[in-house]
């Protein structure tokens, strides 16, 4: 099974940006799809976003549509999210986690997840 590492999170003024990485071992990370989830203080984790295996098709959630960006760097192990314009309700804190092949919609289909990385936004 294979193991995710989560980094690049921190401190943040609203408005700037920051590039989390999920680095993936223990089993080739171009078989999996690669989810970005996110869970703030007292709220339930949601899905940020996903880019499948094969092809790299990518979502989204709305909220996060035109300031985040998902990609991968299979070579690398190494899967990234991009996010600018970063917001308060940004604020959380960022999972990734895998799945054989293609996204999922329902979070617990992901086997594997790594210990999360914080993103505070604030000013």
């Known amino acids: 099974q294979v193991q995710l590492v989560e980094s690049g999170g921190g401190l943040v003024q609203p408005g700037g940006s920051l590039r989390l990485s999920c680095a993936a071992s223990?089993?080739?990370?171009?078989?999996?799809?690669i989810g970005w989830f996110r869970q703030a203080p007292g709220k339930e984790r949601e899905g940020v976003s996903c880019i499948s295996s094969r092809y790299g098709s990518t979502n989204y959630v709305q909220s996060v549509k035109g300031r985040f960006t998902i990609s991968r760097d299979n070579a690398k192990s190494t899967v990234y999210l991009q996010m600018n314009s970063l917001k308060p309700e940004d604020t959380a804190v960022y999972y990734c986690a895998a799945h054989p092949l293609l996204c999922r919609s329902d979070e617990s289909e992901f086997g594997s997840w790594g210990q999360g990385t914080r993103v505070t936004v604030s000013s």
């Open positions: 223990g089993y080739a990370l171009d078989y999996y799809a």
